[in-house]
T-cell receptor, first 114, second 111 residues
Framework: GAVVSQHPSWVICKSGTSVKIECRSL??????MFWYRQFPKQSLMLMATSNEGSKATYEQGVEKDKFLINHASLTLSTLTVTSAHPEDSSFYIC??????????FGPGTRLTVL | GENVEQHPSTLSVQEGDSAVIKCTYS??????FPWYKQELGKRPQLIID???NVGEKKDQRIAVTLNKTAKHFSLHITETQPEDSAVYFC??????????WGAGTKLIIKP
C-alpha cells in the first residue's frame, strides 16, 4: 500500500507553546488528507479534511484558529496546535486519500502538553 | 450525517475459534466499508474492505460480509491466533471520502 510518514512521532511541550506536525505522502499524491485525534481507548475522531490548495474543512467542535492546517502541496499537510494546553494531549494521526476511498495512515504523533 | 455503531466493544475468544464483529451504518449512500486493525500506540492498518456492489469478500482467514438492505456489515476472523489480538475498527464512507468510524472492538485471543 501507499506510504504516509508523520513527524515528529512524539513531542512534549510546555503549556502555551505551539507544535507543528507534518504529514507526507511518500509515494503517491494525496489531493485530500485527513487529520484525526485519538484519546486513549477511544476511536479515531476526524478533526478536519484538508484539500491541496484550499482551506481545510473542520468538523463541528474543532477550533480552526487553534488547529491550523496547511496543505500546500500534494504530498505535504501540516497541523499546528497553537497555544497548546494539557487537554490537547492526544495521539494525532493523519491519512492521505488514495485513488478511491482508501485512506493510508501515518504512524501518528503523540503529543504531551505539560 | 452518517453514524456507525459497532459491537461488541470487547470480544474474548479461544485461540483457534472464530471471531465476529458487527457494524451498522445509517446513511444508505455510503458505499465503502473498510476494517482496520490497530495495535496499541500504532497506526490503524487496513485489513480488508468491501464496496457496496459486493456482498462478501474473503482474504485467507478474514472475511467481510455486507447487507445493504439492512445496513449491516461484519468482520469474520477464522482460526484465530494470538497475533490477532488488537482493537478492530469498522468504518463507512460515501461520496465525500470521509471515514465515519465505529467505536472499536477489543479482540482478546485466549491461549
Amino acid at each position: 500500500g501507499a506510504v504516509v510518514s508523520q513527524h515528529p512521532s512524539w513531542v512534549i511541550c510546555k503549556s502555551g507553546t505551539s507544535v507543528k506536525i507534518e504529514c507526507r505522502s511518500l509515494d503517491f499524491q494525496a489531493t485530500t488528507m485527513f487529520w484525526y485525534r485519538q484519546f486513549p481507548k477511544q476511536s479515531l475522531m476526524l478533526m478536519a479534511t484538508s484539500n491541496e490548495g484550499s482551506k481545510a474543512t473542520y468538523e463541528q467542535g474543532v477550533e480552526k484558529d487553534k488547529f491550523l492546517i496547511n496543505h500546500a502541496s500534494l504530498t505535504l499537510s501540516t497541523l499546528t496546535v497553537t497555544s497548546a494546553h494539557p487537554e490537547d494531549s492526544s495521539f494525532y494521526i493523519c491519512s492521505g486519500r488514495g485513488g478511491r476511498n482508501e485512506q493510508f495512515f501515518g504512524p501518528g504523533t503523540r503529543l504531551t502538553v505539560l | 450525517g452518517e453514524n456507525v455503531e459497532q459491537h461488541p466493544s470487547t470480544l474474548s475468544v479461544q485461540e483457534g475459534d472464530s471471531a465476529v464483529i458487527k457494524c451498522t451504518y445509517s446513511d444508505s449512500a455510503s458505499n465503502y466499508f473498510p476494517w482496520y486493525k490497530q495495535e496499541l500506540g500504532k497506526r490503524p492498518q487496513l485489513i480488508i474492505d468491501i464496496r457496496s456492489n459486493v456482498g462478501e469478500k474473503k482474504d485467507q482467514r478474514i472475511a467481510v460480509t455486507l447487507n445493504k438492505t439492512a445496513k449491516h456489515f461484519s468482520l469474520h476472523i477464522t482460526e484465530t491466533q494470538p497475533e490477532d489480538s488488537a482493537v478492530y475498527f469498522c468504518a463507512a464512507s460515501g461520496g465525500n471520502y470521509q471515514l465515519i468510524w465505529g467505536a472499536g472492538t477489543k479482540l482478546i485471543i485466549k491461549p
